[in-house]
């Protein structure tokens, strides 16, 4: 009769292939969707002007490989960056007043912290790092995300209408940078401040285009590069830009639409994958509520922690898998 000791190691390395497997497979497939999308966005903005035109179409097809440029700068503007880089830029992005010192100092004070807090609750020194590393790598830049995000998402909220007073003060006769500091005055931050940035920026002799590759640092929002291109390609090509400024806002405003009606068709999903990842602790805490000593062994005993430690990792797996299915970046 097979001994239990070699039955309960056979079923763990299984397991454990299984948890690596299917880990680097789900690892792959988030690490490899951004550039796919990217991939696909420059071929879609490729595409654009490959149908042969006449002589009359010639300055279009320049404007558009000017633009398919620019859309490609700005791509690859994004790559290839060091950690260090990276942080400082979510820095400037979340809007904060620190420098990248003090970042490291918060999140070493952080963990360190939260490892006190978790060995002075009793819990094993393993877990006190892992509280560690929760606290001073994760938690830190969470925070910078959450406050990045929400920054671009007031900037976008009326950008649209930003640029129809800048179409407004166009067509009355004013110079764009006197629309500029309107838009800066009537707005609030951050969509004021940028345009802030703007007019003095060019007040103190810098170019249009530093200013908006410095803006699109702080606020790396689709809607302000698409700003961006559409602004450098009319001082190079000249125009009618309230026109251009127009279109741009009309479309915005389609964009806009289309990511309301994709989060509408997306909330059923949302909804279903909350009720399913709830569904396990809210079980849990019924279960120790009815039967403390049934659900105590999972944290009483090794293989109880460790199925608790799988359990959450391919919960936390399948979360980030539904989280990149049901979130689409438009």
């Given at each position: 009769m097979i001994d239990q000791q070699v039955i309960f190691m056979i079923t763990g390395g299984a397991a454990l292939t299984m948890l690596v497997l299917g880990g680097g497979f789900i690892g792959l497939f988030l690490y490899n969707r951004p550039k796919v999308l990217r991939r696909r966005r420059i071929e879609q903005v490729g595409s654009i002007g490959s149908v042969e035109a006449g002589s009359a179409d010639k300055a279009e097809n320049r404007r558009q490989r000017r633009i398919r440029e620019k859309v490609k700068q700005l791509e690859e503007s994004g790559e290839k960056k060091s950690r260090i880089e990276a942080i400082r830029e979510l820095i400037l992005q979340a809007g904060m007043d620190i420098d990248i010192s003090t970042y490291f100092i918060f999140s070493a004070v952080v963990g360190i912290a939260s490892a006190l807090g978790a060995l002075a609750g009793g819990l094993p020194l393993y877990q006190a790092g892992l509280a560690f590393l929760i606290g001073g790598l994760w938690l830190p830049r969470y925070v910078l995300r959450s406050r990045a995000k929400g920054r671009q998402a007031k900037f976008t909220k009326h950008f649209a209408d930003a640029i129809d007073l800048i179409v407004r003060g166009i067509r009355s006769?004013?110079?764009?940078?006197?629309c500029f500091n309107v838009v800066a005055r009537e707005f609030d931050p951050p969509l004021?401040?940028?345009?802030?940035?703007?007019?003095?920026?060019?007040?103190?002799?810098?170019?249009?285009?530093?200013?908006?590759?410095?803006?699109?640092?702080?606020?790396?929002?689709?809607?302000?590069?698409?700003?961006?291109?559409?602004?450098?390609i009319q001082r190079q090509t000249g125009g009618n830009l309230a026109e251009t400024l127009a279109n741009l806002s009309s479309v915005l405003r389609e964009r806009k639409k289309m990511?309301?009606?994709?989060?509408?068709m997306a909330s059923e999903?949302?909804?279903?994958?909350?009720?399913?990842?709830?569904?396990?602790?809210?079980?849990?805490?019924l279960l120790s509520i009815v039967n403390p000593a049934y659900i105590a062994t999972l944290f009483t005993t090794d293989t109880?922690?460790?199925?608790?430690?799988?359990?959450?990792?391919?919960?936390?797996?399948?979360t980030m898998a539904m989280r990149s299915m049901i979130n689409f970046d438009m």
């Open positions: 006769g004013l110079p764009i940078n006197e004021g401040e940028e345009f802030r940035l703007l007019v003095e920026g060019q007040n103190l002799g810098l170019t249009i285009e530093d200013l908006m590759a410095k803006g699109i640092l702080r606020l790396p929002t689709a809607e302000y590069k698409f700003f961006a291109i559409v602004i450098q990511r309301d009606k994709a989060q509408a999903a949302k909804a279903s994958a909350g009720i399913i990842g709830s569904l396990p602790f809210v079980v849990g805490t109880g922690n460790m199925l608790i430690a799988g359990g959450l990792f391919w919960m936390f797996l399948g």
